[in-house]
């Protein structure tokens, strides 16, 4: 049953600033969808499609309120059964669009396991921890490995490297948040950049070239580099000011590449220049702080936990894609949250939102465990 006095606890910033940024991501999709013809200007529906989605990730939001969070915990593995089983049914039975094989198609609507995993993954991290109740040990960190890199490998597999890179990133976030024991990270500082240079023989073609562009754009100007150079192109021409709503040429004349998804970011910067994304980033950066305020005050630590994962989950999110866009990073398709257009991963979104409004409802449930 839920109680009505949890309402007067919910955080409002953060339900506010979430649809603050979203209503600017359709705003942005509404651009991005218009191309430029001899009579005018002709509109995509897809903002329309982003707005839909938008009422339903509201329903997923609310259900994840209204529900008591800590019943995640004795769900988790349950949970997390299921998206393994979806990611290996992708396998065999995921359409394949793009050269990637990451949807199940489920006749009304497409669905991404991968999106999901990002769920499952958090939401047992955060259980694993709150089991440990202490610095990890080497025994205790092997586990959450391997329970974090098997969905993160099958996703890679797809091949989607972004998202397996922020179910890692996610998770490793946590683990740090948590701690762990001295000789641990002592010894992880030493082995993993002796490791990591050996991941690039079992990377795509594809993401092998990405990474090399990201080194020399201007090598591939009118192949793999043309991603890139096209953004830069649209934030620079962008300048202080910007351009103005639907004045972005880069984007309207068709220049910009993948401009709904993992570079709607350069349409942004570019109508509304430095001036306009200062002022998105700081809506971001005020959205986090309140989800990291929420797990400084939630008072179990299995609530704490999960909300660091959703704030590191939303940090590296914002992080890459900005620096993906403005070519600090390698293309590795991780869209930017509440902007890009994505039907899966805006119900993940709004349902991540949903559970820090849960976490921060119920701080004065009951005492910290």
């Given amino acids: 049953m839920f109680d009505r006095r949890l309402i007067f606890h919910l955080n409002w910033i953060i339900a506010v600033l979430m649809l603050i940024i979203f209503s600017a991501g359709v705003l942005n999709l509404y651009s991005a969808s218009a191309l430029r013809i001899e009579g005018g200007v002709q509109l995509t529906p897809i903002y ?104 993160a490998a099958l996703v890679i597999m797809q091949p989607d490297l972004g998202t397996g890179l922020s179910l890692l990133l996610l998770a490793g976030g946590m683990i740090l948040y948590a701690g762990v024991r001295f000789g641990v990270l002592k010894l992880a500082c030493i082995v993993l950049p002796l490791v990591v240079p050996f991941g690039w023989f079992f990377l795509h073609e594809y993401q092998r070239e990405r990474i090399l562009t990201f080194l020399n754009p201007e090598s591939d100007p009118l192949g793999s580099g043309y991603h890139i150079i096209q953004s830069k192109i649209a934030i620079g021409s962008g300048g202080f000011w910007g351009k103005g709503f639907l004045e972005g040429s880069q984007s309207q004349l068709r220049f910009l590449p993948e401009k709904h ?109």
């Fill in 48 to 151: 329309k499609k982003q707005i839909l989605w938008g009422v339903i990730s509201l329903g997923g939001m609310l259900f994840c309120m209204l529900f008591d969070y800590r019943h995640l915990f004795t769900l988790s593995w349950y949970i997390y059964g299921l998206t393994i089983i979806l990611l290996l049914a992708v396998f065999w039975a995921g359409d394949s669009i793009g050269g990637s094989q990451r949807w199940l198609d489920l006749r009304v609507f497409n669905l991404q396991p991968s999106e999901i995993a990002k769920v499952s993954v958090l939401v047992l991290t955060a259980r694993m921890l709150f089991k440990i109740n202490g610095l990890a040990s080497w025994g205790k960190l092997l586990r959450i490995c391997i329970v974090v890199g098997v969905p």
């Fill in 261 to 369: 998804t993992d570079f709607a970011f350069a349409v942004f910067g570019e109508e509304w220049g430095f001036a306009g994304s200062m002022v998105l980033l700081f809506l971001f950066c005020v959205l986090l702080y309140q989800i990291f305020r929420t797990a400084l005050e939630a008072k179990d630590d299995f609530g704490r936990y999960l909300c660091i994962g959703v704030f590191f989950y939303f940090f590296w999110q914002i992080l890459v894609n900005i620096g993906m866009v403005l070519g600090l990073m390698p293309v590795v398709g991780m869209p930017l949250p509440f902007i890009s257009y994505g039907g899966s991963a805006s119900v993940v979104n709004f349902c991540l939102i949903g559970l820090i409004l849960n976490v921060s409802m119920r701080r004065f449930m009951f005492k910290r465990k």
